[in-house]
């Protein structure tokens, strides 16, 4: 196990590292996903992709200053709702094999968190597989309450939707926050494969509501 005590967490370009660095650091940190059978997009995203993805985007990365590599990464893709207010989606949160258990992805997920107040962004969102038990806690710890289910393309497995209210809001509610998900996993099971490909409920409706 190593030593987190040596690990600062940065913006991406206040370190010697580049884009191909933290595309390659999540790639290595999700490997086990990969061989569970998960088929996350990030695995097959070539570099450009992923650079295309880094606009409006604030990457931070957990740096070992110690023997001089990275352990793990977050990235705060800024948006804005139809109302002009900023808020942000949490993406790729990663923590290589060798620096799980030892709090740092709690640190990443608060760091993330701190930016987006200094954005004055209302919300945060993520989303993760259902089955990936681990990060599904460690988001839970930080605040983030679980409002819907998701279906994404080139994937096999449902996701769960996470929301962090950084400002006060109606979703915050435990009641509505209840009867969303609900609503949520309903309208995905019945209309999406876990590919995002669409049901033979989702073709029907389409086919008879022209």
């Not at 990457?59 to 948006?79: D, E, M, R």
């Not at 900023?86 to 290589?96: A, D, I, P, Q, R």
């Amino acid at each position: 196990m190593e030593n987190t005590l040596n690990i600062q967490i940065l913006s991406l370009y206040n370190t010697p590292f580049t884009t191909e660095h933290l595309l390659h650091l999540i790639k290595d940190a999700f490997k086990e996903r990969k061989d569970a059978g998960l088929n996350y997009v990030c695995l097959s995203m070539t570099h450009e992709d992923f650079v295309k993805e880094l606009d409006n985007s604030v990457p931070i990365v957990a740096y070992n200053k110690y023997n001089n590599t990275l352990c793990g990464c977050s990235i705060l893709k800024l948006c804005k709702d139809k109302n002009g207010q900023y808020y942000g989606v949490e993406k790729h949160t990663s923590v290589l094999p060798m620096y799980k258990n030892q709090g740092l992805g709690s640190k990443l997920i608060k760091r993330v968190i701190e930016i987006a107040k200094k954005y004055e962004c209302k919300y945060l969102l993520c989303s993760t597989a259902k089955s990936a038990t681990s990060a599904i806690k460690v988001h839970k710890k930080n605040g983030y309450k679980i409002v819907g289910l998701a279906s994404y393309k080139n994937t096999n497995y449902y996701s769960y939707k996470f929301r962090l209210n950084i400002y006060p809001s109606t979703n915050k509610n435990y009641y509505f926050r209840k009867l969303y998900f609900i609503k949520s996993v309903i309208k995905t099971i019945l209309l999406y494969q876990k590919d995002g490909s669409f049901t033979t409920i989702h073709k029907w409706i389409n086919k008879y509501s022209k």
